[in-house]
């Protein structure tokens, strides 16, 4: 499989494709950013790096950070990231573990470095055009290599000596992604280094008969996990060369571990996931088919309503099924077998499908018509989960990162790296720090 062309998808027809209102997505996330967050987002909030980084990562790729803000005000933005880096190395996940001058050895254990919040950290660096001189590069490198267990899975956080939360991809992604800003895709012999085989082989052993990948061995395959899955194989550069996302190519040593094991297998789960079932109310009447057996099992026999048919087909006719030759209007992306589509998993699974050199494969027009059509808010702008969700940041930024990823020039967005998951521009800011730092490697 060669390099992907950065081209529109045959799928999408300019003419019919809805358009994108920058505008009001962007006063939405300068809302987000400039004004408290509704009280939701309060459970969230050991978690404030990332949102921060939905949020900053949303105005850089709607091309609006530096037309919005002051530079004093990102250089504030700058400050406060750095008002969570660790002493021990990495960052915290929000300032509400800061102990400050009372931690001591019999409480540090409260006051921990977080791997995804060091990654958001780091993103929210490069988005902001940070020299990175405050950073304790060398510290943090030390600290990551100690978030590695001996089965090569990466948790959250250290606590006396134990690494704590959990071992699947998402936090060997997260790892993999600090490991790419820090150390290049080929870290100098001697740097302190994490275990990359082991890491590798902790990802392979979460695949599943289907060709995803799982929180764990013989668990379901998930959209996000497969995601996180590829891009931290393509960031250690493990991803078998024939299938690398061009922007992260690096030397590659076949005798090494690579993933995903079956990539075929792989492409066909991920395009699978793209489905008419948009809503809890919206799907087929499953009733007296093949699956309504005692042997099989069902969430309930009708998942369809009265005018909510996702075809035109089931729009003429409320007694028959839709056929598969009629135009399918609206689609989106589940992340498992059988579940409602969800604003987060285009991007998982479209970005996982990028990685992998085949993201024409999905029906784009259809997709990029029900995130605009159904799952974006057409009075407070941004996008909510599903069809009639109220708007969050996480779901809102993803959904930006999949039109980016669909090159439409109209939309005016800037091209995103699906592998980081942050805008090109920022990503090619590593080169300076990589040269800088003495780092061999390209990206």
Known sequence: MGPEQPVHSAHLDLDRSPRLDSKRHTKYFLRCLKTYLPHPYTSNDSNRLSLAFFIIAALDVLDQLDETTTPQERADYINWVYSNQHPDGGFRGF?????????????????PAHVPGTYFALCLLLI????????????????????????????????????????????????????????????????????????????????????GISDAPFHE??????????????????????????????????SFPTGPSDPEATVRWLVSR??????????????????????????????????????????????????????????????????????????????????????????????????????????????GKIAGDLPDVYHSYLALAVLSMMNMKEDGLVPLDPTMCISTRAKDRLRPLWERWGVLGTS
Not at 155 to 175: H, I, M
Not at 226 to 237: I, K, N, V
Not at 300 to 311: K, R, S, W
Not at 316 to 343: E, H, Y
Request: overall charge negative.
């Open 128 to 211: 902001l055009d940070d020299d990175f001189e405050r950073l304790d590069r060398k510290k943090c490198l030390e600290w990551l290599v100690q978030m590695q267990r001996e089965d090569g899975s990466f948790g959250e956080t250290l606590f006396d000596g134990t690494v704590q939360g959990g071992r699947d991809s998402r936090f060997g992604y997260c790892a993999a992604g600090v490991r790419y800003i820090l150390a290049g895709p080929s870290p100098k012999p001697g740097q302190a280094d994490i275990n990359v085989d082991k890491l590798v082989d902790c990802i392979r052993l979460a695949e599943s008969y289907d060709g």
């Open 221 to 254: 395959s998930h959209a996000g996990l497969t995601f996180c899955g590829l891009s931290a194989l393509s960031l250690l550069g493990r991803l078998s060369s024939s299938l690398r996302y061009p922007s992260e190519s690096s030397k590659h040593n076949s």
């Open 95 to 111: 300032p509400g573990s800061d102990l400050g001058p009372l931690r001591n050895p019999d409480n540090a254990g409260w006051d």
């Open 274 to 383: 793209q489905t008419a079932t948009i809503s809890d109310d919206d799907g087929f009447d499953t009733k007296c088919d093949e699956t309504d057996t005692p042997e099989t099992c069902h969430d309930a026999h009708t998942f369809v309503g009265p005018n909510h048919h996702p075809t035109a087909a089931g729009q003429m006719s409320l007694d028959a099924k839709p056929s598969l030759s009629f135009d399918i209007q609206w689609t989106g992306m589940n992340g498992r077998c059988n579940k409602v589509a969800d604003t987060c998993y285009a991007f998982w699974a479209g970005a996982s499908l990028k990685i992998l050199n085949h993201s024409s494969l999905p029906h784009e027009l259809s997709l990029r018509k029900w995130l605009l059509e159904r799952t974006a808010h057409s009075a407070l702008g941004g996008f």
